[in-house]
């Protein structure tokens, strides 16, 4: 079953990480993790909800397992305080990736 589940900053999860000529599966905390986005990886997402607009950035998910495109880390950033962010894990062995 799909499914997003929001985790403190300190979850510690398994990604494979690419450092240019090689990679290597590494576990680190979500934070850590969502240091490696590039600055391109962020995309503005507006909604709303009770309390009227909500327009945040979310950076376009870091795949954490190199053989497998179900498992993902997003990260969602507040748009007048970038250091405000929230992180979440994505399961949805349906989809393969999401677009960039």
């Not at 079953?1 to 979500?30: F, H």
């Not at 950033?77 to 999401?98: E, G, M, Q, S």
Request: one cysteine or more; aromatic letters at 10%; a positive charge.
């Amino acid at each position: 079953m799909p499914y997003v589940l929001a985790v403190p900053v300190n979850q510690r999860v398994i990604a494979t990480i690419d450092n240019g000529a090689a990679s290597k599966v590494a576990e680190l905390r979500a934070d850590a993790l969502a240091t490696t986005l590039q600055a391109q990886a962020w995309k503005i997402s507006p909604g709303a909800d009770s309390r009227g607009p909500r327009v945040y950035h979310w950076g376009v998910a870091i795949r954490l397992l190199e053989s497998d495109d179900s498992y993902w880390l997003l990260v969602k950033r507040n748009l007048t305080d970038p250091d405000d962010l929230a992180y979440y894990l994505r399961y949805d062995p349906k989809c393969a990736r999401f677009a960039s």
